[in-house]
């Protein structure tokens, strides 16, 4: 199998720095190599728009904060991502473009046409072999990110937020079930778990 690009995606409080763990403990077991990162971020340029985009002071209107997604995007493609590939190593990346279609558009109310334009220009054919999407209700992320550290400038969206952010998540997911697989994200962290690896087996071709 070619090496795989991998994205972990879901609203917050779905879990996903749970399950990032998880993931990893999967590729140790089997001995693949595997590169992790995450969006925005994973390079200095995209690190630093980060601390610009998650910032509560951070005054951006929603084409540069779209902008700024792409641009961090973009150098985390040319920089990080396509150079492991081509040396044969897996990527698992904490978000991709799914999540600029759910925050920027479904969340805020970008167009979709406006992203697909700016998704092409930067990524050419570039999309993930296999998304996990963890799936949680708004009502349990907003538990979740209430109970955590001081809220990010996205966290501290109101639940209607986060209910169309999710609903673009799930569209998107079932246009595409070929590359999506749904995770139930409110449940244990072991079933979670458990069904990540299995999906992870799966998808490898481990489990025949």
């Known amino acids: ?12 409080g779905a879990g996903k720095s749970t399950n990032l763990a998880a993931i990893k403990v999967w590729f140790e077991r089997r001995g693949l190599p595997v590169l992790f990162t995450r969006e925005p971020g994973g390079t200095a340029l ?15 209107g929603l084409r540069a904060e779209t902008m700024m997604m792409f641009a961090a995007r973009m150098q985390h493609i040319e920089e990080v991502i396509l ?3 081509s040396d044969g190593i897996h990527v698992v990346s904490d978000r991709f473009t799914d999540a600029t279609f759910a925050y920027q ?3 805020r109310g970008m167009p979709s046409e406006d992203i697909e334009i700016l998704e092409h220009w930067v990524q050419g054919g570039l999309k993930p072999d296999l998304t996990l999407l963890l799936d949680v209700p708004p009502e349990v992320s907003m538990a979740r990110i209430g109970q955590m550290r001081e809220k990010d400038r996205f966290e501290q969206e109101e639940a209607g937020f986060f209910k169309r952010v999710r609903q673009v998540y799930l569209q998107r997911a079932g246009r595409q079930p070929e590359r999506y697989a749904v995770i139930d994200g409110s449940r244990s962290p072991e079933a979670v778990g458990h069904q990540i690896e299995m999906t992870l087996d799966g998808h490898f071709g481990l489990n025949v």
């Open 46 to 60: 995209g690190e630093a728009l980060r601390e610009i985009l998650l910032n509560p002071a951070t005054k951006a």
């Open 83 to 85: 150079p492991a590939l």
């Open 1 to 12: 199998m070619k090496p795989q690009f991998i994205t972990l995606d879901g609203i917050d």
């Open 105 to 107: 558009g479904g969340g």
